[in-house]
């Protein structure tokens, strides 16, 4: 399937579109004071170690310490691999390995999302265009997607790269093993001695600065958006890359020309007058995504709960009634629904457990349809997806790899009113929880009077609909109420002054 990229740049933020068949696929942003971590390499100091955890927390100069779990050390690493070839090696425990106030250099693996830190691993791997270098381990491997068939041949010819370039003296540190990634499969030999030689290079640089630096310092920072775009995000399928900045444009032909040679020639500046994502109404699609309800073209909708442990979505048939029967109609929105659900879980880039509860079908082959249905759709997507099909209430279950903060975590934040419930009291609950308030109050305290501080709504209440109630009280507690509203107040929030 065709697919075209564009990027809509600025200072603050760089906004990387994929469009397929007129319709947005995915959406990354990157903004500048908010960089992922992913990639980086620190030198981190060991804040404190829980042997009960089998793990450390490690300061490499965030807001909040970073993550190492025992499986994430090199040894750990080395050990699984030992243990691959038959010759057992148990893993060492991670208060024998690490101490407090150790310097470690260390590697980003996982964003800091939510309240949780970044995840981290003492095995650094560095990311080439072709190639992934892992500098401490001598392992030459493939890629998974390569056909099986193809791998041993690319293995041999890899090793016998490496081990050419090792000869060579002239690329820094000699050691490290190599895997192969998908777009390096039919790769030239000059290609790959290309990037072979950039990455042992970027290794080198990496090494001298941590003998340099002090601890908690980043020694090396991955690609930014826009690069990442021609090495990550480039495939066959890509059209046309668009970019609506002349500089960022001359920047993305320069490294391009150096790592990504074949991604030239799909690059373009885009110079018309429209705003580049009003191509494909891309900004009203981003606005769809942040909201709960997503309209299908039969007149069905989903709708998408996303909570900390899971997201849900349900689907519901709305005012479709076109087939010719009540089984039709229920299959034929399940089969939309199974494209929209895989492409709004790419679009809104939700990770983790997703529980997708398609409208009951009675019939066997329907099920299995729109299950495949979903598989297919799935299929399409870069990020790593598992289905183990229908559940014993008839949900389909599935988990998406978390990679990074979904859309929703990265453009908003929880509601100030609500505080991220989704709901606010009624102005009437708020009124009765003033009345017991006050009588509380009357029973601890002997003031002159009460003053009632509230939202206008509240307050209006308490004049009209419950002005018997409130002047009852009054008489009862035997000191005057007095009123006040506050527009500036939500409606949830009241003071009780005593005055």
């Not at 030239?188 to 002090?214: C, F, H, M, N, V």
């Not at 930014?224 to 059209?239: G, I, K």
């Not at 494209?339 to 529980?355: E, F, K, P, S, T």
Request: aromatic content about 6%.
């Amino acid at each position: 399937m065709q697919q075209d990229i564009l990027i809509n740049w600025s200072p603050q933020e760089t906004r990387v579109a994929i469009v397929e068949t007129g319709a947005v696929q995915e959406l990354h942003v990157e903004r500048t004071l908010e960089r992922g971590l992913v990639g980086n390499v620190y030198l981190g100091k060991v804040a404190r170690v829980l042997p009960g955890m089998q793990s450390a927390f490690i300061d490499i100069g965030l807001e909040r310490a970073a993550f190492l779990h025992v499986a994430d050390l090199i040894s750990s690493v080395a050990a699984r691999h030992a243990d691959d070839k038959g010759e057992p090696a148990p893993v060492v425990p991670i208060e024998k390995q690490v101490f407090e106030g150790q310097s470690l250099l260390v590697q980003v693996i996982k964003d800091p999302i939510g309240t949780k830190g970044a995840r981290l691993s003492s095995q650094i791997s560095i990311a080439g265009r072709l190639l992934v270098f892992l500098p401490q381990d001598q392992h030459i491997g493939v890629s998974q997607k390569i056909p099986f068939e193809q791998r041993e041949a690319l293995r041999q010819r890899l090793q016998a790269l490496a081990d050419a370039a090792a000869q060579d003296g002239k690329t820094g540190n000699q050691t490290g093993g190599f895997i192969l990634r998908t777009n390096g499969e039919d790769a030239s030999d000059t290609e790959l001695g290309e990037d072979i030689a950039y990455l042992r290079k970027t290794w080198a640089r990496i090494k001298e600065a941590s003998t340099r630096l002090p601890p908690k310092s980043l020694l090396h920072q991955d690609l930014s958006l826009l690069q990442r775009v021609l090495r990550d995000l480039v495939s066959e399928t890509t059209q046309t890359i668009r970019i609506d900045s002349a500089e960022q444009f001359k920047k993305l032909q320069t490294f391009g020309q150096e790592f990504m040679p074949s991604a030239v020639d799909k690059l373009q500046l885009y110079k018309g007058e429209r705003p580049i994502f009003d191509l494909f109404n891309i900004d009203e699609e981003v606005g769809k995504a942040l909201g709960r309800r997503v309209d299908l073209k039969s007149g069905g909708y989903l709708i998408v709960d996303q909570t900390e442990a899971l997201t849900t979505v349900d689907v519901n048939t709305g005012g479709f009634v076109g087939a010719r029967n009540f089984d039709e109609t229920i299959f034929k929105t399940n089969l939309e629904a199974a494209g929209a659900i895989a492409r709004q879980l790419r679009l809104r880039n939700l990770g983790g457990i997703v529980i997708a509860d398609f409208i009951d079908m009675t019939r066997e082959d329907h099920r299995e349809a729109v299950l495949a249905e979903f598989r297919k759709q799935l299929a399409r997507d870069r990020v790593k997806t598992m289905v183990s099909g229908y559940s014993a209430l008839g949900l389909v279950e599935m988990t998406r790899k978390r990679t990074r903060e979904s859309l929703a975590h990265m453009l908003c934040e929880p509601c100030p009113v609500c505080d991220g419930k989704g709901s606010v009291k009624t102005a009437r609950t708020v009124t009765y929880d003033i009345l017991r308030e006050i009588l509380r109050e009357a029973r601890q305290f002997n003031p002159r009077e009460f003053r009632v501080i509230a939202s206008p709504d509240v307050i209006d209440i308490l004049l009209d609909e419950e002005s018997q109630h409130l002047a009852g009280l009054s008489d009862f507690i035997g000191k005057p109420i007095s009123l006040q509203a506050e527009g500036a107040m939500s409606q949830e929030q009241y003071d009780i002054v005593l005055l």
